[in-house]
């Protein structure tokens, strides 16, 4: 039975991250219920239609969840459950952050959408490392697992020169790469000020490449870049991440200016900072994903997308676009967990439906 319909009223009462942080906390008790977490227990079964391969890592689904929700760690076992064929947790530090002052998120309910202004709150590397290596030794991380690391943000105030923010994330590297089926360097938050434009100056992606690469990790890696860049900044990027046998691939940020998606709508949220994500954006995102799939599909780098998404139709037309692997988040807040099951149903009966025999076989076929 879905709980959500009746729920959802009484989250809404609450303001956004206070019911996002019941959302964490609830998670919390119930993962902790003795075998409720065993595989057994999944709600989906895998699809042979539904199975990828990105990076030479396999996915049951190329439906994930997005950065964001699980900022620390903190529900794995939970998600896992849900049928995502990945997660990704994060934004993760080397240092803990407290990130923006509230508030600092905000439904746009007309538009099934959120306006995040964050600034990337997390628990920092150590104390993540440590709450999965406790997973790890328990057995319980089986999905393919990203951690999406970024820089420390500590506050419009300060200003860390090239050495300090590099250095941050190779310590955020060297402590999470053991539990990481892929690393996402986070290169563009759009809601810090020093983490939105430093890697603009795109040399220094590859002074940070380098000093990852010098590691010998294990686990590939992925860019999450600014959708806002120019043709130029794309083409020294992926220039970069080709000199790089790590890079497996390139996803696009939050935008920290894209508003016109709002329409009619822009001018009454005008005085907010942050950026737009969920339905609003989608249209433009696959506008996005087709254009850099362009850019990119002759090379080995796939593409991880995100943003609107809230249905199989929406994963079939992100794909489409170019996308090897897709990622929700916003539409749990409006439509509940057993939207994953849902779409992930949906999208297997449309490939036997078409006659497709496996879901890669859709990724860049309407990318213009």
Request: overall charge positive; charged content about 20%; proline content about 7%.
């Amino acid at each position: 039975m879905n709980f959500y319909p009746w729920l959802r009223p009484l989250l809404f009462r609450m303001d956004s991250e206070s019911a996002h942080r019941i959302a964490i906390l609830s998670g919390q008790l119930l993962q902790s219920i003795p075998g409720l977490m065993r595989p057994e227990n999944q709600i989906v079964a895998p699809n042979p239609r539904l199975t990828t391969n990105v990076g030479g890592i396999p996915f049951e689904t190329p439906l994930g969840l997005a950065a964001g929700f699980d900022k620390s760690g903190q529900v794995i076992p939970l998600m896992q459950s849900l049928g995502f064929g990945h997660l990704e947790i994060g934004s993760i530090s080397s240092r803990p952050s407290l990130g923006n002052p509230r508030p600092r998120l905000w439904r746009m309910i007309d538009h099934r959408g959120v306006l995040v202004h964050y600034g990337l709150p997390n628990d920092g590397a150590e104390h993540v490392a440590a709450r999965l290596a406790k997973l790890q030794t328990r057995g319980i991380l089986r999905k393919p697992l990203g951690i999406n690391l970024v820089n420390t943000n500590d506050g419009p105030s300060v200003t860390p020169d090239s050495g300090a923010v590099i250095a941050d994330y190779v310590q955020s590297a060297t402590l999470l790469a053991p539990f990481a089926s892929y690393l996402m360097l986070n290169l563009s938050c759009p809601n810090t000020v020093d983490g939105r434009g430093f890697f603009e100056t795109t040399g220094r992606i590859g002074e940070l490449l380098q000093r990852i690469e010098k590691l010998s990790l294990n686990p590939p890696l992925l860019l999450k870049v600014s959708p806002d860049w120019d043709d130029h900044q794309f083409d020294q990027l992926i220039e970069t991440a080709l000199e790089s046998p790590s890079v497996a691939g390139l996803m696009l940020n939050l935008s920290a200016k894209q508003r016109d998606v709002l329409g009619s709508a822009q001018s009454r949220w005008s005085n907010y900072p942050g950026a737009v994500a969920g339905a609003p954006i989608k249209a433009w995102m696959n506008e996005r994903t087709a254009w850099l799939y362009q850019k990119t599909k002759s090379t080995r780098l796939r593409l991880l997308s995100a943003g609107g998404i809230e249905s199989a139709n929406d994963v079939w037309q992100r794909m489409e676009s170019g996308a090897s692997l897709v990622q929700l988040y916003t539409a749990l807040i409006y439509e509940g967990p057993r939207l994953v099951r849902q779409i992930n149903r949906l999208l297997a009966s449309r490939l036997e439906k078409e006659g497709v025999n496996n879901v890669a076989d859709i990724v860049g076929t309407n990318a213009g």
